[in-house]
């Protein structure tokens, strides 16, 4: 993985779209902690598109993540569509 910082956004280029899955599922997962900290239970959008197939993947590997405290719901690109 490479990493560089543009002005305040950090950004990480991986060799594989798997790999990408699994760090965004890392940053994911620790700032639901971070949040679940803090609050008794929190809202999540998580993107329907097949893109995200390995980040969701990944995050369903993590076995310390209380779904029962998470609202979750996910954006449906394909609304209206036959």
């Known amino acids: 993985m490479r990493e560089f910082a543009k002005d305040r956004l950090i950004v ?3 060799e594989t779209r ?3 899955g699994r760090v965004a599922a ?3 997962h620790d700032r639901m902690l971070a949040l679940l900290a803090e609050k008794e239970e929190i809202n999540m959008i998580f993107a329907a598109a ?3 197939n390995d980040v969701l993947k990944s995050l369903t590997e ?3 993540i209380p779904w029962n405290r998470i609202n979750a ?4 690109e ?5």
């Open 12 to 14: 990480k280029v991986m």
């Open 18 to 20: 798997a790999e990408m």
């Open 26 to 28: 890392q940053d994911i």
């Open 50 to 52: 097949p893109s995200q």
């Open 62 to 64: 993590y076995a310390d």
């Open 73 to 76: 719901c996910h954006m449906d």
């Open 78 to 82: 394909y609304i209206g569509l036959d």
